[in-house]
């Protein structure tokens, strides 16, 4: 019986002195954030944040302004004529993406301007509050075409790489039948792989459904199986969203699905809450956010009476953070608060 007792006594013993050095500790809860620009996109970076991805709310006031891009007239690649850009000389930041890396690093990239940029804007940060110098990534300098729109991160762990895929416009005389049952410019999605941001593999032509289409978002749902949810964005009577299948996330992608959105939909973001897919998307004729719910992505459920966003919310993507990296930016934001009260 004293044995067992003294065997007891050391087991305990033992366990408190693991869990002093940390091999006990519970895991930090973790907290869903969701990137955003406001329209028109000239004060930069927005965060909503949610503890069960389905209700958000908003951190005040942007947390990067916008410095780079949309800076100077520019030469059309179709016309050859001189033109200014919507909002020229202010930069812009509209349709942020951003992951964090397995370093811990926070990367993001943005669109810089509606047309006249042939890149997209990259910074990166430890804490979503500090950030690194803004730099242009050229990933479209030696094509005929006049904009890089809503680039997209993607972590590729099997190569420990990451993907950027972007939509960029395509010459008038390169459109399809397809393409010309809509009335407004084509765009084909194209993509680049980095491992750290500063060597880039040559830009090459992404998935091509064969008509207008943007937007793109990646989804690895397990080994050799990818989701491609993007755009049809010809108009009128499309500009909706729909998915895809592969076996790898450079494609090939087969077998799209019906359209899952409202007309007029656009910036698809999904994020995984139990068993169940939650796609959003800004329906931005009606100037609110939707959303479905889906499982196999091939049926869907409409779930907007699931969701509450607040207003002004535009095209962004969702990630996870653990709850100190938000707190932290809460105590920042009632700095600035009450630095600057309304």
Not at 54 to 81: C, M, R
Not at 86 to 106: A, I
Not at 125 to 137: F, G, T, V, Y
Request: aromatic share 14%; hydrophobic share 35%; with cysteine.
């Amino acid at each position: 019986m004293r044995t067992l007792q003294t065997i007891l006594v050391a087991t305990c013993v033992g366990v408190t002195a693991l869990c002093s050095l940390g091999a006990c500790s519970v895991p930090e809860k973790e907290v869903y954030m969701f990137t955003s620009h406001r329209e028109p996109a000239l004060d930069g970076l927005h965060f909503l944040y949610s503890y069960d991805g389905l209700h958000w709310d908003s951190l005040a006031g942007s947390w990067l302004k916008p410095e780079i891009g949309n800076k100077t007239k520019y030469v059309n690649s179709f016309t050859g004529e001189e033109v200014e850009p919507k909002y020229c000389p202010n930069s812009m930041m509209r349709d942020p993406s951003l992951l964090q890396g397995p370093d811990g690093t926070f990367h993001l990239v943005w669109t810089l301007g509606w047309s006249g940029e042939k890149s997209f804007g990259y910074a990166s940060s430890k804490d979503l509050i500090h950030w690194s110098e803004q730099r242009k990534i050229p990933v479209m300098a030696d094509s005929l075409t006049n904009n890089v729109w809503a680039p997209e991160l993607f972590y590729d762990d099997e190569k420990g790489e990451y993907m950027i895929i972007w939509s960029s416009a395509i010459r008038p005389e390169c459109y399809t039948a397809a393409d010309s049952l809509g009335t407004n410019g084509s765009h084909r999605t194209y993509y680049t792989t980095t491992k750290d941001f500063q060597t880039f593999a040559p830009t090459q032509p992404y998935y091509d459904p064969g008509f207008n289409s943007i937007d793109g978002f990646l989804v690895k749902r397990g080994p050799k199986d990818y989701v491609y949810i993007l755009k049809d964005n010809r108009k009128l009577g499309f500009s909706d969203l729909f998915c895809v299948f592969g076996e790898s996330p450079e494609g090939p992608f087969v077998h799209p699905t019906e359209k899952f959105a409202p007309t007029y939909s656009e910036g698809p973001c999904a994020v995984k809450l139990g068993e169940e897919w939650i796609i959003y998307f800004d329906v931005y004729r009606q100037g609110r956010y939707g959303a479905v719910s889906t499982k196999d992505f091939q049926t869907f459920t409409p779930a907007d009476d699931r969701i509450s966003i607040p207003k002004g919310h535009k095209h962004g993507t969702i990630f996870k953070v653990k709850e100190s990296v938000l707190k932290k930016m809460k105590e920042a934001e009632a700095e600035r608060l009450n630095a600057n009260p309304v």
